[in-house]
């Protein structure tokens, strides 16, 4: 089949841009502040304390490559370490991120990770990296061999999977609405797959999101996903529910991308028509709001979290 339409993902990478994705790390914000101000040591403590917790390790390496100089400080790390494989896959993902804004050719960024992968033969994340560039550009083969790369160092990488439902909800948009679409069944798969305890549970929640998207921006779905029928089928409720019963029961708050998945599902609760139980995530949320999926198809993320927020809380 034929790569995604590019211009489906464009105002979500647009958007994006204006949010923290440290989420709650606070580790992570000083070490990020200390780099762009050149202090790359910081930066270097933070990924030895991260050790090989693969999706903290992931997490923090993405959101520390979007400095606008992490490249060249991680370029001085590696002169000063040769040896280092932090400092590869630093460099790594600041190349991937390069490529994605248009700054430098994706072929040094896909350099840059293959030598990061052989520096670190166990570390999923330079495979990471590659997975972000081909999922934006990239063949079908390749990004599936990718992700296969990924989960061959660890099974259950929470960014790799989210990634892969984005980019396969963007097929077959054209033909509109289809409850037996790929992504459900690869988002319910994964979910099966995973132990009791992952957060990749919420996939599935995920998965709708996503698919409301790629139809909203392609005409075959209001643009207000609380008009729209998407989440209020039998099929989707079912979803829902499966997805909130296992977060009332998950004990591991230490997750550190679990505020993404918090933000799709109180955007369910709220498409769903289901305040009370949107409150209880919207509590538990905070301030951290993502761009997505407050910004599907093409709305203001912040505006639209509030308002839900607002009127969840009894306070609109």
Request: glycine letters at 6%; a neutral charge; hydrophobic letters at 45%.
């Amino acid at each position: 089949m034929p790569p995604p339409p590019p211009s489906l993902g464009r105002a979500r990478r647009r958007a994006a841009q204006a949010f923290d994705e440290a989420l709650d790390d606070a580790e992570l914000v000083a070490a990020r502040t200390a780099l762009a101000q050149g202090r790359w040591q910081d930066t270097r403590a933070l990924l030895v304390r991260t050790g090989d917790d693969w999706d903290r390790r992931g997490h923090r390496l993405t959101v520390l490559a979007r400095e606008s100089n992490c490249a060249a400080w991680a370029r001085e790390w590696l002169l000063a370490e040769p040896e280092s494989g932090d400092a590869s896959a630093l460099l790594a993902l600041a190349q991937v991120r390069r490529a994605l804004r248009g700054k430098d050719k994706p072929a040094r960024a896909r350099e840059a990770c293959r030598e990061a992968a052989e520096r670190v033969p166990a570390d999923p994340t330079p495979w990471l990296g590659l997975l972000l560039l081909e999922c934006a550009q990239g063949a079908e083969g390749d990004v599936v061999r990718l992700f296969e790369q990924v989960r061959t160092r660890y099974a259950d990488h929470h960014h790799a999977h989210h990634l892969v439902v984005a980019w396969l909800a963007e097929r077959r948009v054209q033909a509109g609405p289809d409850p037996l679409h790929e992504v459900y069944d690869f988002a319910n798969w994964a979910a099966e797959q995973a132990p009791a305890d992952s957060p990749l549970a919420i996939l599935p929640v995920v998965a709708h999101a996503e698919r409301y998207r790629t139809l909203a921006v392609a005409g075959h779905e209001p643009p207000d996903p609380v008009a729209s029928g998407h989440w209020v089928g039998r099929r989707a409720r079912q979803v829902m529910k499966v997805a909130f019963d296992w977060w009332l029961e998950w004990e591991h708050e230490g997750h550190p991308r679990r505020l993404v998945d918090l933000n799709f599902l109180a955007h369910a609760k709220v498409c769903e028509g289901r305040g009370a139980e949107a409150a209880a995530l919207f509590h538990r949320i905070g301030d951290h709001v993502t761009d997505a999926p407050w910004s599907y198809p093409d709305r203001d993320a912040r505006t639209a979290f509030r308002t839900a927020r607002a009127a969840a809380l009894g306070t609109a």
